[in-house]
């Protein structure tokens, strides 16, 4: 019988995933059995964990691939990524400007695979919520440098041996200090992190910057701030539309942000936050309070994490 670790690894390991190479071959015994594996167009393949959701359009010389967690178009308020992947090839047909033009309204989890009369690239959402790294001298790419790493094996970076890494004189073995390599780089040689609004062009493995496309417009506190929070407003709504939305809560600005843009649905949402149940400290407080508060009298509010 396999173990608890033995199952977590067997399912957890490279969780929502994915990994692009020139073939099928160099998948062989290096990733998790469950995952499924599609070709693309350009000679290549893409294999994903099935938790993912994976669709793709082809209009005559243009097509394009979305592989993710979930993709949200904010003008339209919906998340049919069939329906998004449909438009955005008939976009790149257009031009590559209407194809940007229409990836700066989604939002979502996600990495975008393109091409157009054969030159493919690859980018990811606007914020890199998902990962992509990518082997500087091979055709590889993927959600996890470790993974990368697993398809083409590299050495250890040295920035990352002299001063990320720590000799632990105890137990004889070199430990990571708790940050990150600066830029693109990872602990792995040749193998790069793709920053937001980059995308890689195949197959020579650069980056390249693709927003902004132009100067930014100057703008005011106010003007900023009302688009801002419309947008916001329509995405969270958007949100309940398809999920269960729980909403932690914690007295820093990041939940006063999205606090105030769930104002609209929060008795469509759950809200929680957590204490120490034997001091009550932590975000107890902000339990307390937001108990009081009449706006939101109709969403669910709870305690659900004693530490």
Known sequence: MKTTAEKFWEKGLYKRGFVIATERALFVGKLPKYWQIIDLPNQSCIAYDPE??????????????????????TTAGHMDMQLIVDNLA??????????????DELNGRFVCIFSKKGSVSVLNDATASRSVYYATDREVIASHYNLVHDIVATQEDPFWEK?????????????????????????????????????????????????????????????????????????????????????????GSDTRITLAAMRNVA???????????????????????????KRFAKGKICVSVKL
Not at 91 to 103: C, I, Q, R, T, W
């Open 52 to 73: 993912n959701t994976l669709v793709f359009s082809e209009k005559k010389d243009v097509w394009v691939c979305l592989c993710g967690s979930y993709c949200m178009d």
């Open 90 to 103: 008939k976009a790149l047909f257009v031009s590559d400007e209407s194809f940007y033009d229409y990836l």
């Open 163 to 251: 001063y990320c890494e720590w000799v632990d004189d105890k137990k004889k073995e070199r430990k990571p200090w708790p940050w990150v390599m600066p830029g693109d780089r990872t602990p792995w040689a040749n193998i790069k992190i793709l920053p937001p609004n980059h995308k890689i062009i195949l197959p020579a493995m650069q980056s390249v910057r693709f927003y902004p496309r132009c100067p930014m417009p100057e703008t005011n506190i106010e003007a900023a701030t009302s688009l801002i929070a419309n947008t916001l407003s329509k995405e969270t709504e958007t949100l309940t539309q398809y999920f269960s939305v729980y909403q932690s809560l914690t007295a």
């Open 267 to 293: 008795k469509k949402a759950v809200f929680f936050t957590y204490h120490d149940a034997r001091t009550r400290k932590g975000e107890y407080i902000v339990y307390k309070i937001l108990k009081k508060q």
